[in-house]
């Protein structure tokens, strides 16, 4: 299983608070610089935020503050802690692990 297995997001009022995860082999994990993509309905694939092997982040402009991205290396886990959303925070969250891509979780922001 290359393929990194997504879980968490659903339906949460504005303000509200997800977690996303998502696991991936040690093969693939290791050493690696992975990130978090949505996208809106109609609209393109956006970067969301990123994480070096070392920890560093970077993050979307309009993420930044609310948005946490982390990684546990001892469970080959990232997260994306994501607070204060949006309406406009809507669509299908990837993540992205060494070239490797989730199917998606769908994140829902009721205004």
Not at 38 to 66: L, M, W
């Amino acid at each position: 299983q290359v393929q990194p297995v997504q879980s968490g997001g659903g339906l949460v009022q504005a303000g509200g608070s997800l977690r996303l995860s998502c696991s991936a082999s040690r093969s693939i994990f290791s050493g690696s610089t992975m990130g978090w993509y949505r996208q809106a309905p109609g609209k393109g694939r956006e970067f969301v935020a990123s994480v070096t092997s070392g920890s560093g982040t970077n993050y979307a402009d309009s993420v930044k503050g609310r948005f946490t991205i982390s990684r546990d290396n001892a469970k080959n886990t990232m997260y994306l802690q994501m607070n204060t959303l949006k309406p406009e925070d809507t669509g299908v969250y990837f993540c992205e692990v060494s070239g490797f891509w989730g199917r998606g979780t769908q994140v829902t922001v009721s205004s």
